[in-house]
């Protein structure tokens, strides 16, 4: 490091959570800036070896190191070698560890006897799981098994579960919880490039001069690329940022063009958009001729959706939309990100796809600076779709391909007819309504908790208590979904088990394990080859069915499976991921470096006999047959789809004259497993708020702190009211909070409405990705009693934001919250890597 002249601060990571600022200036290489925190008491001096990570708590894939002393982590540092963050941490990362020890961590298997769960050996409990797994195979066949996973396990976890519960079980019913927030990512790259996989790189930050981000809250939900951007803004020739959002976030406070469209109304939005730059001649005319087809259907489809138009229906400036669509037009490099505010909305596929549209008929891919990122929302969600743990065939194969089917059982050696195929996967929301219905008998659920985060949780929480649904939950802690179980499976996680992971610019990482699992808990790795084992599953020579034993023999087995396909690890292994960076698929022995960018050179997978997918009608969600498709592209090109704006199925009226939506917070992930367990991390955001803009509160005599109560014909749920810039007629909940930390335990007690805002959620799904639609609800609001003067739980650093000054103490952490950042800004970093050693 004697090389590399460094500043040393040390920053309350709460109060201040994207950190200083290292600026650089467009088509720089980003600066380093090395970020650590120990627990109270230990010095690096302390720290007796630092092992090889990355963050597991958002999808940014950020690479750290885990200091241990004494067998027990103490802490964390940003691993500076790395592509990804160049040594940075958000708040999650630098704290999110702790909940690791906390001591109600599961430690031993639970089974239910007389009505209660009560403590079992594991082969108690995997003799429960098998004897249950036989029988209804024998009485009711493979579909009345079924399996709903995370988006936080591991590579190698995702591959063993897919091989085990298609060629194993021989179930269409397995999905991931990635249908909640990245499904719509998967399917709009498909209905576009015939493929998963995302065109992008976090890279394109650095070289973009315009970056759009529709309904993605970058800076709380990947704060260190926000980090990043907020990097170029200081620094010379800046980006210029377009924000579609109908909260004053982050983003929109720096961005030169900020809209806040009514929900559910992207897809007219995005037509107008497209409708502007066509008309004003902002396109690249022979690269949609070479690359595209469609461009004519578009064109078409969007004569009529002018600026007014879409301000009518968005409720939006006719000069906003123009704006934007200047913005967007006159690019030189454009780079767009997408997330939930898309995904989780009305039209949530066809409106993704209308970014990819604009894209490409400005010829904006596979250059540095132009790209699109279809975000994730969870650190391996990637890896459920590359290993086929979201309802698709690993390694990205067609099912409806009888050639991909066939290599598929040629790598798992099995007859072809052994993989399910007669019909489309079951996705998570089709499956709990099979459960519902009685044909699904078993659901096994792993490291996710669905009786907090699907909608409309009062139906979630009767399917869940059916006496005839046999439930099995794999997880860290008694979490409201395992309080419903039959069988509780403790599990080890992040930091306690080696695997690999894939973040959402196609970034592999290693993750060592650091320390042991609390008790008798098992990584789930472990537990999915046990099973495997018991249940004797075999290939069609006899042999056993799963013949790996260990991460690194499983990630060589999917290895073979990835191989020659466009998420190719094959140029990959421990041993090269091992001390230096994350490396981004493909990588092949063609790209033994792997690959910045996909499309550099035209549009690679969409060809009919190779693409990963036909094409599905983006209204009514309904599959394009193989002849369809190959007669629309038979060369493979990139397929520009038009799509027609539709209303809301659920719309606002006189008893119910709010719009409802919900979202993250940049302290908390998921339903707070994790995080509520941290102490700084639940100190900053301790309960349920609700926001209402300044408008609606007055008209209404509302007040910062009030305790409302938020309703439906659904359901309801009480919190403190928050008064922020959010666009008028408009709720904002967060949905982190269920009722593991209060005396309601598993769900509201009966006597007053719970604090889950998925009690009021609608179960409905976008057509085409099956992602349910946790933003387009209407609701009622009303005042319990009136505040005390205190604010409410929320944050005053992030889009919650109060809108008027005095009303919220500003969110500290305080000593405790004290992060050591040491940048480099002007140089690369130090002179060698800094992590990795074991």
């Not at 999917?558 to 990588?587: E, F, M, N, V």
């Amino acid at each position: 490091m004697d090389g590399a002249r460094r500043r040393t601060q040390r920053v309350d990571r709460i109060a201040e959570p994207w950190g200083g600022r290292t600026p650089y200036g467009r088509h720089q290489e980003w600066p380093a800036r090395q970020d650590a925190y120990l627990a109270e008491g230990v010095g690096p001096q302390d720290v007796e070896r630092w092992v090889q990570t990355a963050s597991i708590l958002h999808s940014d894939g950020d690479a750290m190191d885990i200091a241990v002393r004494d067998g027990a982590m103490v802490g964390v540092r940003g691993r500076v070698v790395d592509r990804v963050n160049r040594g940075r941490l958000g708040p999650k990362d630098a704290f999110g560890w702790q909940a690791n020890a906390s001591p109600d961590r599961l430690t031993t298997p639970l089974v239910r006897r007389a009505g209660r769960l009560v403590p079992a050996d594991w082969d108690t409990a995997m003799d429960l799981v098998v004897s249950r797994s036989r029988d209804l195979l024998s009485e009711h066949g493979p579909g009345s098994i079924g399996f709903y996973t995370s988006g936080q396990l591991f590579l190698e976890e995702y591959y063993t579960l897919a091989v085990l519960a298609r060629a194993g079980i021989g179930t269409s019913h397995l999905d991931g919880n990635t249908r909640l927030c990245t499904a719509t990512a998967a399917e709009a790259l498909k209905e576009t490039f015939g493929c998963d996989g995302q065109p992008g790189s976090y890279d394109d930050i650095d070289h973009a001069d315009v970056i759009a981000l529709y309904g993605h809250n970058i800076a709380e939900t990947q704060p260190v690329q926000w980090m990043r951007i907020l990097d170029r803004l200081d620094g010379a020739d800046p980006p210029r940022l377009l924000c579609v959002d109908p909260r004053p976030t982050p983003v929109a406070r720096r961005a030169a063009v900020h809209l806040a469209p009514r929900a559910g109304t992207n897809v007219a939005l995005l037509n107008a958009l497209l409708h502007e730059v066509i008309r004003a001649g902002h396109i690249d005319r022979d690269w949609i001729d070479a690359h595209t087809v469609g461009f004519e259907e578009l064109e078409k489809a969007v004569a009529d959706c002018g600026p007014r138009w879409a301000a009518d229906i968005c409720d939006v400036r006719v000069a906003d939309v123009m704006a934007a669509a200047e913005l967007l037009g006159t690019a030189d490099r454009l780079l767009s990100t997408v997330l939930q505010g898309v995904y989780q909305s009305h039209q949530a596929t066809a409106a993704a796809v209308q970014v990819n549209n604009l894209h490409l008929i400005r010829g904006m891919l596979g250059r540095p600076g132009a790209g699109i990122l279809q975000m994730n929302g969870q650190p391996t969600a990637e890896n459920t779709r590359e290993c086929g743990a979201n309802g698709d065939l690993p390694g990205f194969r067609n099912w409806e391909n009888e050639e991909h089917v066939a290599d598929l059982a040629e790598v798992w050696n099995v007859d072809p007819s052994a993989i399910p195929r007669h019909r489309p996967p079951t996705h998570a929301m089709q499956m709990f309504r099979y459960a519902e219905q009685g044909s699904l008998r078993m659901l096994w659920i792993s490291g996710t908790n669905p009786a907090v985060s699907l909608p409309e949780l009062a139906r979630v929480r009767s399917v869940l208590s059916r006496r005839r649904l046999f439930t099995v939950v794999q997880d860290l802690f008694l979490t409201e979904t395992a309080q419903l179980a039959d069988v509780v499976l403790p599990a080890a996680t992040w930091g306690e088990k080696s695997g690999t992971f894939t973040n959402a610019d196609r970034t592999v990482h290693l993750s060592d394990r650091a320390v042991d699992p609390p008790g008798e808990a098992r990584a789930d790795l472990d537990i999915f080859l046990d099973y495997a084992r018991r249940m004797d599953f075999r290939d069609k020579d006899g042999a056993p069915l799963v013949s790996w034993h260990d991460p690194e023999s499983a990630f060589e087995a999917w290895k073979r499976c990835s191989a020659g396909r466009p998420c190719d690890y094959t140029g990959l292994s421990y041993g090269k991921l091992r001390g230096g960076s994350g490396i981004q698929w493909p990588c092949d022995a063609s790209a033994p470096g792997g690959t910045d960018r996909l499309y550099t050179d035209g549009i690679g997978w969409a060809h009919p006999d190779v693409c990963e997918s036909y094409g599905k009608d983006l209204v009514t969600g309904a599959a394009v047959s193989v002849v369809e498709y190959r007669s629309l592209n038979p060369d493979g090109k990139a397929v520009i789809k038009a799509a027609e704006y539709l209303p809301p199925h659920e719309d606002t009226d006189a008893d119910h004259p709010f719009q409802l939506t919900t979202g993250r917070t940049l302290y908390h992930f998921h339903t707070r497993t994790k995080t509520g367990r941290t102490p700084q991390l639940d100190a900053a955001a301790p309960d349920v708020w609700v926001e209402i803009s300044a408008a609606d509160a007055d008209a209404r005599g509302l007040d910062e702190g009030d305790l409302v109560e938020v309703s439906n014909a659904r359901g309801a749920l009480r919190g403190r009211l928050r008064v922020t810039g959010i666009r008028p007629g408009l709720l904002f909940v967060p949905f982190h909070y269920g009722y593991w930390d209060t005396p309601a335990g598993c769900g509201p007690d009966g006597t007053v409405p719970g604090r889950a805002a998925n009690e009021t959620t609608v179960t409905d799904w976008d057509p085409v990705s099956k992602q349910p639609l946790f933003k387009t609800a209407a609701a009622a609001v009303r005042l319990v009693a009136k505040g005390d003067g205190r604010p409410a739980p929320a944050p005053t650093t992030t889009a919650s934001a109060p809108v008027r000054g005095g009303t919220a103490a500003a969110t500290r952490g305080g000593p405790a919250a004290q992060v050591s950042e040491v940048a480099y800004p002007d140089a690369a970093g130090p002179d060698r890597p800094t992590g990795g050693t074991r």
